[in-house]
C-alpha cells in the first residue's frame, strides 16, 4: 500500500532500518531540496532509494510562557551547537505497550540510552512483582527464543533486580522524572522520542558563545523542543549519500521483502565498524564522507580515499583543561604514549575539606594560606595570610558550642612557624584558600604523573614531544590533567601503507565508508600514531558529566562565613620563599593499571546510583492498592555494589 513519504516515516520502527522504498507517484523538482552531496535531485516514479537512517536536522524551540514585558515570542530554531545546558521535563502522555516505547525511544549501552518509567498498575512476574510507581530502567533489546524481549531492572535495598519484558506487553508507562542535566545535543541523539515534541527547562547558558543568544534576557525557564527530521539514504548503483525531508510530496511503497539490497551499495559509519566483531577485522573500505577534524591527517581521510581498517578496540587518554582565568579554556584529550615532559605547578585548595581529598601519603602536601580564617570555636586554631602549613590527616574533635559539647570533624596540619613548628586544627567546613608549594624540580612523563599521583593535577609542558610535527600543548600557559577518561577507537592506515597507523575515536569523528573487501590474516603495524586531540567544551563536559555520575565522592562539608578575607595571588605566593622548608621524599612508583582498573570499575556498574535515591523516593510514595498485571518472564537478582571512588 502506498504511503505519502512523511506518513511512511512517521510510522517507521528504526530498528528495521535499512529498508528499501519504490517512489509510487510524483516528480520532484522544485520545493524542499533533496540534498545529494550539495546538489539537487530529483525522486522519480519507479525509482528505489535505500533509507538508512532518520535523523534530526534542526530543532524549533517554542517558549512556553509567558514573559512579563514582552511580546509573545514566536518559535524559532534552535542552533545544534547551541552551549545551553537543559533540565527534561517528564512526558506526561502514557505508552500503552512496550512495542511502543521501543519504536520511539532511543534505548543503547550508554547511560544516555538507559530510559526509565513507572507503571500504573501492578505488574506481576514469575518470581517478582513490579510495584505501581516503581521506577524501571531499560537497559537494551534482545531476542530470546525467537521473541523480542526488553531487557529491565529495578533497583531495592541496593539491590539490582533483573528482568525480561515482551514488547507485547501493555499498561500505562509513564516517564520517571529525570534530575539530570543535557546539554541540546545529549537530548537531540538520546531523549526526544520519535514523533513526539519534547519540553524542557534552560538551566545554564554560557557567555562564552559567539552568537546572538536566542533566549529573552534572564530566561531560564520552559520550552517545547519540536525536531525536524531529514531521511538518508543511497540509491541504486551510486555511492553517495542522499538526504530528504519527509515532507517531501511524493508516495512511497516499502518493497524490502521482495527486493535484493545487494543491488545498493553497503555504507557504514564509524559506529557501525565499531559494533562489529573483533574477527571481521582487518577490513578495505573507501572513505564516502567525512567531516574533518584539526587533529586528523588529511592526507588520509579524505573522500574517495581507499583504506584499511586493521581493527577497534578501547584505549586511555588523559582529559585535560588550560589553566587560564582570562581567556575561553581549551580542553584537550593526551594519549598516555605523549613524549613530552612536564613540571608539577601549584594547585589551589578554596577549602580545607579540598586539602583533605588532595593529601597524599607519598608525600607531605604543603600549602599557604590565602585568606584569613577566625574560628567560632576557641578550640580550633585561627589562619592568617601567608601561614604555611604541613597536611597531616583528619580526626575528630570536641569543641564548645554554646555550653553543649559538640564532635566536629577537624584536619590536624603542623604550622610551620620561623624556627619551629605547631600543631593546627582546621575544621572541614572551614572557608579558606590555599596554594600548594611546590619543592618537586623533577621532570614527569604523563604516564608516571598518573601513576605516582592522584587526579586531578597541575602541570606544566617543559620539553615539547619532538616526534609531532606541531606540540598544541607546550604553548599553554599550564594544564590540569582531570581524569582518565576510557574510549572507543578504530586503527587505520592508508591502504597503500599499512604498517603506519592512525587512531581515530569512533564518537567524535563522522565518517561513512564504502566497505570493499575483508582481509583473511592482519597485517601488523610498526608504527601506530597517537594524536592529541583538541575537543569542544560541549564534548568536554560531556565526558566529564559521564565520567563523574560513576563516581561519587562524598559530599562537601557546608561553608560557614570567614572574617577578614584577605587574598594573595598565585604567582607571589609560589615564588614567595621565607622559610627553609625539607624537601619533599621521593615518591615510589604505582601501577597505573590499577587505577585504570579502578575507574573501569565505576564504568561497568549497570544502574546509576542516582536512580537508587529515586526507586527509595518511589517506594515510599506508592500506593498500596492496585490491580496486578500479568507477564510471563525470566527474572533474575543481582547485587548491586556501590563502590565508592575518589580522586
Known amino acids: 500500500?502506498?504511503?505519502?513519504?512523511?506518513?511512511?516515516?512517521?510510522?517507521?520502527?528504526?530498528?528495521?532500518?535499512?529498508?528499501?522504498?519504490?517512489?509510487?507517484?510524483?516528480?520532484?523538482?522544485?520545493?524542499?531540496?533533496?540534498?545529494?552531496?550539495?546538489?539537487?535531485?530529483?525522486?522519480?516514479?519507479?525509482?528505489?532509494?535505500?533509507?538508512?537512517?532518520?535523523?534530526?536536522?534542526?530543532?524549533?524551540?517554542?517558549?512556553?510562557?509567558?514573559?512579563?514585558?514582552?511580546?509573545?515570542?514566536?518559535?524559532?530554531?534552535?542552533?545544534?551547537?547551541?552551549?545551553?545546558?537543559?533540565?527534561?521535563?517528564?512526558?506526561?502522555?502514557?505508552?500503552?505497550?512496550?512495542?511502543?516505547?521501543?519504536?520511539?525511544?532511543?534505548?543503547?549501552?550508554?547511560?544516555?540510552?538507559?530510559?526509565?518509567?513507572?507503571?500504573?498498575?501492578?505488574?506481576?512476574?514469575?518470581?517478582?512483582?513490579?510495584?505501581?510507581?516503581?521506577?524501571?530502567?531499560?537497559?537494551?533489546?534482545?531476542?530470546?527464543?525467537?521473541?523480542?524481549?526488553?531487557?529491565?531492572?529495578?533497583?531495592?535495598?541496593?539491590?539490582?533486580?533483573?528482568?525480561?519484558?515482551?514488547?507485547?506487553?501493555?499498561?500505562?508507562?509513564?516517564?520517571?522524572?529525570?534530575?539530570?542535566?543535557?546539554?541540546?545535543?545529549?537530548?537531540?541523539?538520546?531523549?526526544?522520542?520519535?514523533?513526539?515534541?519534547?519540553?524542557?527547562?534552560?538551566?545554564?547558558?554560557?557567555?562564552?558563545?559567539?552568537?546572538?543568544?536566542?533566549?529573552?534576557?534572564?530566561?531560564?525557564?520552559?520550552?517545547?523542543?519540536?525536531?525536524?527530521?531529514?531521511?538518508?539514504?543511497?540509491?541504486?548503483?551510486?555511492?553517495?549519500?542522499?538526504?530528504?525531508?519527509?515532507?517531501?510530496?511524493?508516495?512511497?511503497?516499502?518493497?524490502?521483502?521482495?527486493?535484493?539490497?545487494?543491488?545498493?551499495?553497503q555504507l557504514l559509519s564509524t559506529q557501525d565498524l565499531s559494533e562489529k566483531t573483533s574477527k571481521e577485522f582487518p577490513l578495505v573500505a573507501e572513505i564516502i564522507e567525512v567531516l574533518q577534524g584539526n587533529h586528523l591527517p588529511r592526507s588520509i581521510l579524505q573522500p574517495g580515499k581507499t583504506i584499511m581498517i586493521h581493527k577497534k578496540y578501547q584505549a586511555s587518554r588523559i582529559l585535560a583543561s588550560e589553566i587560564r582565568s582570562n581567556f575561553p579554556k581549551r580542553r584537550f584529550l593526551i594519549p598516555t604514549s605523549y613524549k613530552g615532559k612536564f613540571k608539577r605547578r601549584p594547585r589551589e585548595f578554596p577549602t580545607a575539606y579540598d586539602l583533605e581529598i588532595a593529601k597524599s601519603k607519598k608525600e607531605p602536601l604543603h600549602v599557604v594560606a590565602t585568606k584569613a580564617f577566625h574560628p567560632t570555636h576557641e578550640e580550633l586554631s585561627s589562619v592568617s595570610v601567608g601561614d604555611q602549613f604541613l597536611v597531616h590527616h583528619l580526626k575528630t574533635t570536641e569543641v564548645l558550642s554554646e555550653g553543649i559539647h559538640k564532635v566536629v570533624n577537624v584536619l590536624i596540619c603542623k604550622k610551620i612557624l620561623k624556627k619551629s613548628s605547631e600543631a593546627a586544627l582546621l575544621p572541614l567546613n572551614m572557608e579558606g584558600g590555599f596554594v600548594e608549594v611546590i619543592h618537586d624540580k623533577k621532570q614527569y612523563y604523563i604516564s608516571e604523573l598518573c601513576a605516582q599521583f592522584h587526579l586531578p593535577f597541575n602541570v606544566k609542558v617543559s620539553v615539547r614531544d619532538l616526534s609531532i610535527e606541531e606540540d598544541i600543548l607546550a604553548a599553554t600557559p599550564g594544564l590540569r590533567l582531570e581524569e582518565v577518561i576510557t574510549d572507543s577507537y578504530l586503527l587505520i592506515s592508508d591502504f597503500a601503507n599499512p604498517r603506519e597507523c592512525w587512531e581515530i575515536p569512533v564518537s567524535r569523528l563522522n565518517m561513512t565508508v564504502q566497505l570493499v573487501s575483508n582481509l583473511s590474516q592482519e597485517i601488523k603495524s610498526s608504527l601506530v600514531r597517537t594524536l592529541i586531540e583538541e575537543i569542544t567544551e560541549e564534548q568536554y563536559y560531556m565526558m566529564r558529566r559521564y565520567e563523574s555520575s560513576l563516581l561519587h565522592p562524598p559530599p562537601r562539608p557546608p561553608k560557614h562565613p570567614s572574617v577578614g578575607e584577605t587574598k594573595l595571588t598565585l604567582l607571589n605566593l609560589a615564588e614567595e620563599k621565607t622559610v627553609d622548608l625539607p624537601k619533599s621524599p621521593k615518591i615510589p612508583h604505582v601501577d597505573l593499571s590499577k587505577k585504570l582498573q579502578s575507574n573501569q570499575a565505576g564504568l561497568d556498574s549497570k544502574v546509576p546510583v542516582g536512580c537508587q535515591n529515586d526507586l527509595v523516593d518511589l517506594e515510599k510514595k506508592r500506593s498500596k492498592s492496585g490491580t496486578t498485571a500479568v507477564a510471563g518472564t525470566n527474572v533474575t537478582t543481582e547485587i548491586f555494589k556501590n563502590k565508592k571512588h575518589q580522586k
Request: glycine fraction near 6%; hydrophobic fraction near 35%; proline fraction near 6%.
Open 1 to 265: 500500500m502506498a504511503l505519502s513519504l512523511e506518513e511512511y516515516v512517521h510510522s517507521l520502527d528504526l530498528r528495521t532500518l535499512p529498508r528499501v522504498l519504490e517512489i509510487q507517484s510524483g516528480i520532484y523538482c522544485e520545493g524542499p531540496i533533496c540534498e545529494m552531496c550539495g546538489n539537487e535531485c530529483c525522486l522519480s516514479t519507479g525509482e528505489v532509494i535505500k533509507i538508512t537512517g532518520l535523523k534530526i536536522k534542526k530543532i524549533i524551540a517554542e517558549i512556553c510562557e509567558h514573559i512579563e514585558g514582552c511580546e509573545s515570542p514566536q518559535p524559532f530554531e534552535l542552533p545544534m551547537n547551541f552551549p545551553g545546558l537543559f533540565k527534561i521535563v517528564a512526558d506526561k502522555t502514557p505508552y500503552l505497550t512496550m512495542e511502543e516505547i521501543t519504536r520511539t525511544i532511543h534505548i543503547g549501552p550508554s547511560r544516555l540510552g538507559h530510559p526509565c518509567f513507572y507503571h500504573q498498575k501492578d505488574i506481576k512476574l514469575e518470581n517478582l512483582i513490579i510495584n505501581q510507581g516503581e521506577q524501571i530502567m531499560l537497559s537494551s533489546v534482545k531476542e530470546i527464543n525467537g521473541e523480542t524481549m526488553v531487557n529491565c531492572g529495578v533497583v531495592r535495598n541496593h539491590q539490582n533486580h533483573s528482568f525480561t519484558l515482551p514488547l507485547s506487553q501493555e499498561g500505562e508507562f509513564y516517564e520517571c522524572e529525570d534530575e539530570h542535566i543535557y546539554t541540546l545535543k545529549e537530548i537531540v541523539e538520546w531523549k526526544i522520542p520519535k514523533n513526539r515534541t519534547r519540553t524542557v527547562k534552560l538551566t545554564d547558558f554560557s557567555n562564552k558563545w559567539d552568537l546572538t543568544n536566542p533566549f529573552p534576557k534572564g530566561f531560564y525557564g520552559a520550552l517545547i523542543l519540536k525536531p525536524v527530521y531529514e531521511i538518508q539514504g543511497v540509491m541504486k548503483f551510486q555511492k553517495d549519500i542522499v538526504r530528504i525531508l519527509p515532507s517531501l510530496d511524493v508516495e512511497v511503497k516499502d518493497i524490502t521483502d521482495s527486493y535484493d539490497a545487494n543491488w545498493f551499495l
